[in-house]
């Protein structure tokens, strides 16, 4: 056994220095200014219930893409996490890469969305935002990005409306709700829903956000908060800390109907799997989607597996189909300077390559 050297000085001297890093840390804390959500420029398009369509602004790049790329995120958080910080921003990139970027903000759900369901959502809002944009370029398709739930979204939407979509990309989106290693699948597949939203109506934000963070406790409930004091000195990285922090706990509520047959639908049934969703009066057969498809995963993604991502494979129509791996987590994928470097200039290439 290795003698653990432990002595009062080295102890003192520790002590002081991390006395020392906390001062100051906390000075940075305390002139820390406004936190900032979304910095790309963008104009309102259109506007429906609690919904905003934005347009993002090139600032000076030339859109080499014609056809417009709309961005459907997941109901789940706030949307800015693609455009967290200017050197840290999916949209941003994807703009530099010649894209004329679209994204759907949901915005915060109340008491009066209780009821809107699946199709409310994805052949209500997601296909009237389609159509605005297809009206506004003069067009009959537009290129799809979806994201994690939204990317759940877009297969169905792009299932369900083949001839308004040109090319799909989705990213750590999942397809397989019940692979061995998803967690959070694990939880909810003996959990009654109906009691839930009967009892809720809409389910708190701040209900599914603990549970996310329950999926990691000692990493994302105490560790980070640990190993801050160590980015306190720095005041640019306390700003990217509260940024993450804000984002973290930004948490919209779920319109109940609409959480209810997600979660029946997808998790507890694994209906893409087994052919059995039907959203409204259409049912979701995954063969139709017969256009280019690219589907980005993260490899270390503890919400998304791998697999529960690579599975669409094997479902869709299409002949044109790519994966790509990112060595990383379910949110680096958006926020890393690697993921940044690499991953929006390949949808960029892709697109392109399909234009």
């Not at 409930?221 to 940024?243: C, S």
Request: charged share 25%.
């Amino acid at each position: 056994m290795i003698p653990i050297d432990i002595r009062a000085d080295k102890l003192a001297q520790e002590m002081y220095d991390y006395g020392q890093k906390l001062g100051r840390g906390v000075e940075n804390l305390l002139n820390a200014e406004k936190i900032d959500t979304g910095v790309t420029p963008r104009v309102e398009i259109y506007r429906e219930d609690k919904l905003t369509l934005y347009r993002y602004q090139a600032s000076g790049q030339v859109i080499q893409n014609r056809t417009p790329l709309l961005i459907v995120y997941a109901l789940v958080n706030r949307p800015y996490m693609a455009d967290l910080q200017e050197n840290r921003s999916t949209i941003k990139n994807l703009l530099d890469a010649g894209q004329d970027v679209y994204l759907i903000d949901w915005g915060y759900p109340d008491g009066a969305d209780r009821c809107l369901t699946l199709d409310d959502y994805i052949n209500g809002y997601i296909d009237r935002c389609v159509d605005v944009i297809l009206k506004r370029h003069k067009q009959t398709q537009i290129n799809l990005l979806g994201i994690c739930q939204g990317g759940t979204f877009s297969l169905c939407y792009s299932a369900m409306h083949p001839t308004k979509v040109k090319n799909l990309i989705t990213m750590v989106t999942p397809v397989d709700f019940k692979t061995p290693d998803n967690m959070l699948s694990n939880w909810v597949q003996h959990m009654d829903i109906d009691l839930l939203v009967d009892t809720l109506g809409n389910i708190p934000g701040e209900l599914l956000n603990w549970t996310f963070l329950s999926l990691k406790p000692f990493s994302l409930t105490g560790q980070k908060y640990v190993n801050m004091v160590d980015v306190l000195e720095d005041a640019d990285k306390v700003k990217n800390f509260l940024r993450m922090e804000k984002w973290i706990f930004d948490s919209p509520d779920q319109a109940g109907e609409t959480f209810r047959q997600f979660i029946k639908g997808f998790y507890q049934q694994n209906g893409l799997i087994e052919g059995t969703i039907k959203i409204g009066n259409r049912s979701v057969d995954l063969k139709n989607i017969n256009i280019p498809v690219l589907n980005i995963y993260a490899e270390q993604d503890h919400l998304v597996p791998p697999d529960a991502s690579k599975a669409l494979r094997n479902l869709v129509g299409t002949k044109d189909y790519t994966e790509l791996s990112f060595p990383g987590g379910h949110i680096g994928i958006y926020v890393s300077g690697k993921a940044q470097a690499q991953v929006p200039p390949a949808i960029g290439t892709w697109l392109d390559e399909r234009s």
